[in-house]
Nanobody, 117 residues
Framework: QVQLVESGGGLVQPGGSLRLSCAASGSISGRYLMGWYRQAPGKQRDMVATISGAGVTRYADSVKGRFTISRDNARNTVYLQMNSLKPEDTAVYYC???????????WGQGTQLTVSS
């Protein structure tokens, strides 16, 4: 079983940058598809970005060119670098680990990002 802990959220001004981290308690070997999701108040949880064990990435259209997902399997950590932040990026950001062979996924507790002047 994998436990995920997000960190790095906070308050940032529009146009600013922030990096989120997701530390896994166990190995996030290549079989895990890692991802970041976000949920704004009153809205559903949406995919922000995912990265496969081979490093293939996918992004929501709303964050393409601004956000970058990366993973360090040796440190069991996934990152989300967020640049040119907008107020509409405000949400709770969740880390997800999908064990593809078993079809089982795990979620972190979430970290709040607020983009406001």
């Amino acid at each position: 079983q994998v436990q995920l802990v997000e960190s790095g959220g906070g308050l940032v001004q529009p146009g600013g940058s922030l990096r989120l981290s997701c530390a896994a308690s166990g190995s996030i070997s290549g079989r895990y598809l890692m991802g970041w999701y976000r949920q704004a108040p009153g809205k559903q949880r949406d995919m922000v970005a995912t990265i496969s064990g081979a490093g293939v990435t996918r992004y929501a259209d709303s964050v393409k060119g601004r956000f970058t997902i990366s993973r360090d399997n040796a440190r069991n950590t996934v990152y989300l670098q967020m640049n040119s932040l907008k107020p509409e990026d405000t949400a709770v950001y969740y880390c997800n680990a999908l064990d593809l062979p078993r079809g089982q996924d795990y979620w972190g507790q979430g970290t709040q990002l607020t983009v406001s002047s």
